[in-house]
């Protein structure tokens, strides 16, 4: 690889296209003919006007948003959307559904009752996330303002594909996308709200992407800061106060580079490939054993444990001298895990295997 550049498999922040940074760079210093780095722009400007009204019709295309959904450039991370999404949703009956798949989903129901009633419909907690509970619609709440669900399990290797999302009859759907976006194709329209931070899939840290359909907007709980309001920002185009000006400018490149790539159906197939060659070499493996059950599996995290903690270890240190860093598990889940989103290529994945098959050998 050019400039010695690592395969780096970590959670997040994570790879970014080459091309994409190398395009950034030639731009760093002066951006087009404005005579300034995008950094230094007024984010009033018509350059930047033109950067983030580009950025959002490029993801709006990619993602195909009908036009009754907002785009938001938002700061704050997934993190903060864990609060967002009950002050401005619970605002009917004060409740809520959650599906309890992993600590992200954890934070956003802790989050969420502090608002209000939060009730959870299905948990895979007994089996330290490593499946996707049953979603029987019968169980939902006829009354809930809103039905949440995290629809990749950045930590536990987990996701809920478009073709397993409930029929919540007429509940807004919310779903937290911060590891999956633009990775595999999801139907907005089958949503009320979607999130992403932008640091697994979409580029630097420090943007969050929330897509809401227009009619949830405007009915937040009166004591929501103004900064949490998700009319606020509709109506002010992202514009309200100074957004994370560069960051979006860098996932705009992103967009654009997965427009070239053929757009999100043509990242699924490759996603799936790549997937594919990991899961496979662990099912065949009698060493690696994957954690996650079949059908539940992430196209973008790749959890995977070893006998014992002292192989885990000499593994991940071993893997590290070869240039595969960050492959070291969450601390709940321990062994391995390896991100695999858009930016990291094939190649990487198949190198990253043959390796696996040599320390296989190797530690028999
Ligand atoms: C990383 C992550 C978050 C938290 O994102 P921050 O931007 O660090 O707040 C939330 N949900 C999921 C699924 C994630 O992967």
Not at 104 to 124: D, L, R
Not at 197 to 215: E, F, H, S, W, Y
Not at 273 to 296: H, Q, R
């Amino acid at each position: 690889m050019e400039l010695n550049r690592v395969y780096n498999f970590s959670a997040g922040p994570s790879m970014l296209p080459v091309e994409v940074l190398e395009k950034a760079q030639k731009e760093f210093v002066v951006y087009k003919d404005s005579g300034m780095s995008v950094m230094e722009m007024s984010h009033r400007s018509k350059d930047y006007e033109e950067i983030i009204f580009g950025a959002e019709k490029t993801l709006r295309e990619l993602m195909n948003v009908p036009d009754n959904y907002s785009i938001l450039f938002l700061q704050g991370g997934g993190s903060t959307q864990f609060a967002m999404v009950p002050l401005n949703l619970m605002n009917k009956n004060k409740k809520a559904d959650y599906v309890k798949t992993g600590q992200w989903a954890k934070k956003a129901i802790e989050e969420a009752q502090k608002y209000g009633t939060v009730n959870i419909v299905a948990s895979s907690e007994d089996k330290m996330y490593s499946y996707i509970p049953k979603l029987d619609p019968a169980t939902f709440s006829k009354d809930a303002d809103y039905f949440y669900m995290t629809l990749n399990n950045t930590i536990y290797g987990t996701h809920i594909p478009d073709s397993k999302i409930p029929d919540t009859n007429g509940i807004p759907v919310v779903g937290d996308m911060s590891s999956n976006i633009l990775a595999e194709k999801y139907d907005i329209s089958k949503f009320g709200l979607i999130f992403a931070g932008a640091q697994k899939n979409l580029g630097p840290a420090g943007l969050t992407i929330a897509i809401v359909r227009n009619d949830l907007m405007g009915n937040a709980m009166d004591i929501t800061p103004t900064m949490l309001k998700y009319d606020i920002h509709a109506k002010n185009q992202s514009l309200y106060n100074t957004p994370p000006t560069y960051s979006i400018y860098f996932a705009g490149l992103v967009f654009d580079w997965v427009k070239k790539m053929g757009g999100v159906e043509a990242m699924e197939k490759i996603n799936k490939e790549k997937a594919a060659i990991l899961y496979d070499f662990l099912d065949n493996s009698k060493l690696f054993k994957g954690t996650v059950v079949k059908e539940d599996r992430s196209l973008m995290n790749v959890p995977f444990v070893l006998p014992t903690e002292e192989l885990n270890q000499k593994f991940i240190a071993e893997a590290k001298a070869k240039g595969f860093v960050n492959l070291k598990g969450h601390r709940t889940v321990g062994g391995m895990r390896a991100s695999i989103y858009n930016a990291m290529p094939v190649e990487g994945v198949k190198a990253l295997v043959e390796f696996m098959g040599k320390f296989e050998v190797e530690n028999k």
